[in-house]
């Protein structure tokens, strides 16, 4: 997949699709309420939040999951910042991400924040959140990452769409930049992604799934 901006059609005038995959960025339903239950409560977060904590991510797309992490840890009361980092092959314009986060107020405050200083890649101080993301294939650029991260949110467009980011090669990529004892979600329960983390060492789990989608998948690393 070569590095460029992401290409976009509008569902309704407010849900973001992708030309590149013909998949939607957001559940249609309530990706916000979609985004806490598959990749916090996924998770384990907020309870496992703790000093220097550090989520790691395959699919910027509009940063809704950013936001809803950093709403979680500023409630928590946490100090110093969260650490973030995502990996987008195809990064969204700033105009296209502040159209699409107007369909979640609850997050406004954050998306305002974030969207005053975004230059649509690259590294953002946000105070108590220090974000990176980093444009390109992650196929290429996760090996070559130096970071580690407590919690994966494997948030690519759908397997059957965009199968280059769920492939077992990538996914153990994403073990070998996990912690001991960290984690991994995904709202998909492909069998493929699921025996591509387990072959990466991860003990992984079919949970109930947000709304329409019946499971989802949860790994742990020991």
Known sequence: MADQQAR???????????????DPYFSIQDGLAETEHVFLAGNDLPVRFSSGFRI???GFGTGLNMLAAWRAWEAAGQAGPLRFTSFEAFPMAPADMAKALEAFP??????????GKWQGSGTCDLGSLQLEV?????RVSLPEWTGQADAWFLDGFSPA?????WEEALMGEVAVHTAAGGSAATYTAAGFVRRGLEAAGF??????GYGRKRHMTKAVKP
């Not at 769409?161 to 980011?165: C, G, Q």
């Not at 003990?203 to 109930?208: F, K, Q, S």
């Open 56 to 58: 790691a991510e395959l």
């Open 8 to 22: 976009l059609s509008w569902r309704d005038g407010t849900v973001p699709v992708s030309d590149q995959f013909d």
């Open 106 to 115: 609850a997050v406004a405050p954050w998306a305002e924040r974030f969207l």
């Open 161 to 165: 769409k965009n199968p280059e980011l």
């Open 203 to 208: 003990e992984v789990t079919r949970i109930p």
């Open 134 to 138: 980093i444009a390109g294939d992650a």
